[in-house]
């Protein structure tokens, strides 16, 4: 087994992506290992049955197969930038702002970008992005008075929320960027000028059994 934690990605998953923040922003050294969702490597279905990513395996084989458990122990590890003030001080909230993400909000998302997925629920995407942006303009008031969710720089849960809503607008760019929903859209530009956002999204060749996985953070 490798001695650093092994990190089973795919690089355009919203989940892997902010646990790569997460890794790439506490400095700890994991070996990456890049994924195609419809092959999936059989050492990673062994540790984590559900398959799905990011999946981090630690050295001491203990295995997060949840992108905020590893968001979580690599800022304990090490935070620089105090990405997990708005944790330690509003545990309760920052969980239900996030848990609004992944399950309403990726909800509307994924009919709303795949609806043919769901041939049974009879899809009208128009009503799923209406839903989202539901979500998007509640966010649209937090976000107004510094353009952070939590004080007045990025913390955790706007790494945890970003590239979920990157990939909403990205569907359909010219009607996400007329929406009223100003504090968003700046947020989201700054997210995706950040360095630190175009750090974590090099592209890398699938890895295959036998290989030597990718250093990450380079």
Not at 30 to 47: A, F, G, H, N, Y
Not at 67 to 81: E, F, G, R, V, Y
Request: aromatic share 12%; hydrophobic share 40%; glycine share 4%.
């Amino acid at each position: 087994m490798s001695r650093k934690p092994v990190l089973y990605s795919f690089r355009r998953c919203p989940y892997a992506m902010r646990a790569r923040l997460a890794l790439a922003t506490s400095g700890i050294q994991t070996e990456l290992r890049e994924v195609v969702l419809r092959d999936k490597p059989q050492s990673m279905i062994d540790v984590s049955p559900k398959a799905t990513v990011p999946v981090l395996l630690l050295p001491d084989g203990k295995v997060l197969e949840e992108s905020t458990d590893i968001m979580l122990w690599a800022l304990q590890q090490n935070d620089p930038h105090d990405w997990l003030l708005p944790w330690r001080e509003s545990r309760d909230e920052l969980m239900a702002l996030i848990t609004e993400n992944d399950l309403p909000f990726k909800q509307f998302l994924d009919r709303y970008k795949y609806p043919g997925r769901y041939p049974d629920e009879n899809i009208i995407p128009e009503m799923q992005r209406a839903s989202g942006l539901e979500i998007l303009s509640k966010w649209n008031d937090l976000l107004a008075d510094t353009g952070w969710l939590y004080g007045s720089r990025r913390t955790l849960a706007d790494v945890a929320l970003l590239p979920f809503v990157r990939q909403f607008a990205h569907v359909d760019r010219t009607w996400f960027f007329a929406q009223p929903i100003p504090h968003v859209q700046s947020w989201l530009e700054d997210f995706l000028a950040w360095e630190g956002f175009s750090g974590i999204m090099t592209k890398y060749d699938q890895w295959q059994e036998g290989d030597e996985g990718i250093s990450f953070p380079a």
